[in-house]
């Protein structure tokens, strides 16, 4: 059995899971971050306030922190099939009826419970990867199935721009025809899911008997490695400073991601006075550009098992392309400066999520990686709430944008400075008969 025959497991085995994990992915964040879309209508025929509209898109994620760690510790209880099935359901249902929102009240209700029915999809999908990828592989995988973040605003902003003109369509406004043919993909996927995703390699019916044991062999000799570094213990993983502190850098992150995400079509209006389909279309460059840093920051990072600068580098680019942005005299130089704050911050989230699994596996995967991700959880809320509140008080986005900038440079320092595991440590077998 020589090197080719694991090459060959993996690729099988990405051919069979990123994609669909992808497309999930993608949809599940286009159906997050569309209320940015129909905010440019919506916001006017209830005359929501930005700190109303802050408020509301953030509420979110305080369902979703609520709720993020039993549903991460019930996927590894029920099985990833159906789980996931369970979540993407539920959100495709819930996210559906933002289309009937009247007022405030029922805006902040709705939103709240689209963050519960989402609970747990993120560190559910990420702890599924750990399953299937060794960690010389993992940043890989993370990047090309996260990507979907930015992919979700270059397909999606368009789309949604081109569904806003389809107002007065059956008695209903464009902005809630957003919320409800951007749902219908969730609820079908859901069943596609849950016939056609293996929970855990051993049920693989898709890989011959070969295949199969050489990819059990060899994640048991990566769970291995990872408790080897770390623990398997869930109670020890939450009491770990490290773990805290990444939930930390992450939450440090997302102001400035969640910020631009659900922020940059009112951003691009102010500043170019564009139509609304031109809005869309323009929003959806700098997330090309940073679902391509992602993807390649990911693959180098992991062709050189090295994390820290592969992190701390994009962040600090990130920064200061927000903070550029915020003293740009243009609005072609400010979406530039955009455009490079998001090259920036979309290289470096496949290689965070790679870090924590490489010291934590099973419960304490499950239940690291969601702490991880309710810490950092609280950025969706604050980053888009306080954003609404400045700019509520300031005539423009500067202040906003050199917000979202300084919280950025906070995580690039933490990254530079949090002593995590050095990936390089792990030992990596080249020849597939030591695992076979």
Not at 27 to 35: A, E, Y
Not at 279 to 293: D, E, I, K, R, T
Not at 309 to 315: E, F, N
Request: aromatic fraction near 12%; glycine fraction near 10%; include cysteine.
């Amino acid at each position: 059995m020589d090197q080719t025959f694991g090459t060959a497991v993996m690729r099988k085995v990405t051919l069979r899971i990123v994609p669909l994990l992808f497309v999930l992915w993608l949809v599940n964040f286009l159906d997050r971050v569309n209320v940015s879309f129909a905010a440019l209508d919506m916001t006017r025929a209830f005359h929501f306030t930005p700190e109303v509209y802050g408020f509301g898109a953030g509420i979110f994620f305080i369902g979703y922190i609520l709720f993020e760690i039993p549903s991460n510790l019930a996927l590894q209880r029920f099985g990833a099939r159906v789980w996931l099935t369970r979540i993407i359901v539920t959100w495709g249902l819930v996210s559906g009826l933002q289309a009937f929102i009247f007022n405030e009240t029922s805006f902040i209700a709705i939103r709240f419970l689209l963050g519960v029915a989402e609970a747990g999809f993120l560190p559910g999908v990420l702890y599924y990867l750990t399953r299937w990828f060794p960690a010389e592989q993992r940043a890989r995988a993370i990047g090309q199935v996260m990507s979907a973040n930015m992919i979700a605003v270059v397909i999606g902003a368009p789309i949604s721009a081109f569904v806003m003109s389809l107002n007065n369509v059956g008695g209903l406004a464009g902005w809630q025809w957003v919320f409800i043919l951007e749902a219908l993909p969730a609820v079908a996927l859901g069943i596609f899911t849950y016939v056609f995703l293996a929970g855990e390699p051993s049920n693989a019916k898709w890989l011959d008997t070969a295949e199969r044991d050489w990819l059990l062999t060899t994640m048991k000799r990566d769970q291995e490695q990872a408790a080897s570094m770390g623990t398997e213990k869930l109670g020890v993983a939450l009491r770990q400073p490290i773990v805290w502190l990444l939930g930390l850098l992450y939450l440090l992150v997302g102001v400035g991601f969640f910020g631009i995400t659900l922020w940059l079509p009112q951003i691009i209006k102010q500043i170019s006075g564009m139509s609304t389909v031109e809005v869309g279309v323009l929003s959806a460059l700098p997330f090309l550009l940073g679902a391509v840093a992602m993807i390649l920051n990911g693959r180098h990072s992991d062709r050189s098992l090295e994390r820290r600068w592969h992190l701390s580098i994009p962040l600090a680019i990130g920064s200061v392309g927000l903070a550029a942005s915020a003293l740009g005299h243009s609005a072609n130089t400010e979406l530039a400066w955009v455009c490079v704050a998001l090259i920036g911050i979309g290289a470096s989230l496949s290689v965070f999520w790679s870090i924590p699994s490489s010291f934590l596996t099973g419960r304490a995967a499950a239940g690291g990686l969601a702490l991880v991700n309710v810490i950092s959880g609280f950025s969706g809320f604050l980053g888009p709430y306080a954003i609404g509140w400045i700019r509520g008080h300031s005539p423009d986005f500067s202040n906003a944008l050199f917000f979202m900038a300084g919280s950025v440079a906070a995580a690039a320092v933490l990254a530079a400075t949090l002593p995590f595991p050095d990936a390089r440590q792990r030992p990596v077998s080249t020849d597939p008969r030591s695992v076979a």
